[in-house]
C-alpha cells in the first residue's frame, strides 16, 4: 500500500533562517506531487506541484521554492524565512483521481 | 481567476438534524472532491466526484455534483458528534492542480 510521510512534524524557526521540509511517498512509482499551505484558521494553498523528477510548477510568487531530486522525494526550502510563512505544510500525491495527504509539518516562524 | 466558495463558512448544528453545505466554482470542471480535516490534523479524502449528477454516499454524508451550475453539495443526514470537522471542497482544473475552497466548520452540538 501507499504511504506519505513527512518530516518534521512541527518546526519553531526564527525569521530569517533557512528552511527545508521533506515529503516522501512509498509504495507508488512516477507519482503527480504536491506542496500545499494553510494558514490558520485558512483554506488550503496550493504551492508547488511537480509531475516528474526535475519539473516544478509554482503557483505563487514567493521566497519558498521546491524540489524532486528522485522520483518519490519532493522538497520545500526557503533560503530566509519571513513571518508569514507560518502554517502547516501538507504534502500529497494524486492516484486516480484523488489527492491523498501527508501527516502535515507545523511550521511557527518567531 | 479560479474562484471556489463554500457556504456557510461556520455552521453549528444539533444533534439528529440535517443539513447541507454547498460549494460553487468559477470555472469549467468535471471533477470534484470533498475532504474531512480534523483539528490539528491532515485531510482525509471522503468524496470524488467524476461528473455531471454524480452523486456518492458514505454513513450520514451525501455528495452531489451538478456541473452545469457548477455546483456541489454536502448533505449531513441525522447529524452525530463525530461529524464534527472541517469540510473542504476541491475542484481540479487539470488533471496537475485543484483548488480549494475555504472550507466549513462545521460543530455538531448535542
Known amino acids: 500500500s501507499q504511504t506519505i510521510h513527512q518530516w518534521p512534524a512541527t518546526l519553531v524557526q526564527p525569521v530569517g533562517s533557512p528552511l527545508s521540509l521533506e515529503c516522501t511517498v512509498e509504495?507508488?512509482?512516477?507519482?503527480?506531487l504536491y506542496w500545499y499551505r494553510q494558514a490558520a484558521g485558512r483554506g488550503l494553498q496550493l504551492l508547488f506541484y511537480s509531475v516528474g523528477i526535475g519539473q516544478i510548477s509554482s503557483e505563487v510568487p514567493q521566497n519558498l521554492s521546491a524540489s524532486r531530486p528522485q522520483d518519490r522525494q519532493f522538497i520545500l526550502s526557503s533560503k530566509k524565512l519571513l513571518l508569514s510563512d507560518s502554517g502547516f505544510y501538507l504534502c500529497?500525491?494524486?492516484?486516480?483521481?484523488?489527492?491523498?495527504f501527508g501527516p502535515g509539518t507545523r511550521l511557527l516562524v518567531l | 481567476e479560479l474562484k471556489v466558495e463554500q457556504n456557510p463558512l461556520f455552521l453549528s448544528m444539533q444533534e439528529g438534524k440535517n443539513y447541507t453545505i454547498y460549494c460553487n466554482y468559477s470555472?469549467?470542471?468535471?471533477?470534484l472532491y470533498w475532504y474531512r480535516q480534523d483539528p490539528g490534523k491532515s485531510l482525509e479524502s471522503l468524496f470524488v466526484l467524476l461528473s455531471n449528477g454524480a452523486v456518492k454516499q458514505e454513513g450520514r454524508l451525501m455528495a452531489s455534483l451538478d456541473t452545469k451550475a457548477r455546483l456541489s453539495t454536502l448533505h449531513i443526514t441525522a447529524a452525530v458528534h463525530d461529524l464534527s470537522a472541517t469540510y473542504f471542497c476541491a475542484v481540479d482544473i487539470t488533471y496537475d492542480k485543484v483548488i480549494f475552497g475555504p472550507g466549513t466548520s462545521l460543530s455538531v452540538i448535542p
Open positions: 470555472t469549467t470542471s468535471d471533477r
Open positions: 500529497a500525491w494524486s492516484w486516480q483521481e484523488t489527492q491523498y
Open positions: 509504495g507508488t512509482s512516477n507519482p503527480n
